[in-house]
């Protein structure tokens, strides 16, 4: 049941309020190897899905896939789940469909 859509909150300017994607800590490589939540690297950005947007948001839309720095961020809890409160300003990127019905499709 997605309970986002019910949310007891108006937010307000540029704030993006976002749901983490999966869970922190470890994590898999592709190749299928545990890496621990301890493991040291280097500065990392995570995704997260848009639940709501502020009236001044231009770029995000809800539902929207969003890619941000986990350092710069502020949570809230509502209805006992976790979120994350963004500017807009802090999100990096949005994510794009790899391949438009009616193109021809990305190249890499």
Do not use: C, Q
Request: aromatic fraction near 4%; charge should be negative; glycine fraction near 10%.
């Amino acid at each position: 049941m997605n309970d986002d859509a019910k949310l007891p909150i108006r937010l307000l300017h540029d704030r993006v309020l976002v749901r983490l994607d999966g869970a922190e800590g470890e994590r898999r490589s592709s190749a299928g190897i545990v890496i621990p939540a301890t493991a040291s690297m280097g500065r990392r950005l995570s995704w997260a899905t848009a639940v709501g947007v502020g009236p001044n948001v231009r770029s995000v839309a809800a539902g929207d896939r969003v890619l941000f720095d986990p350092e710069d961020r502020s949570e809230v809890e509502l209805h006992g789940r976790e979120y994350v409160l963004l500017r807009e300003r802090d999100v990096h990127a949005v994510a794009a469909e790899r391949v438009e019905s009616d193109g021809i499709g990305l190249y890499l």
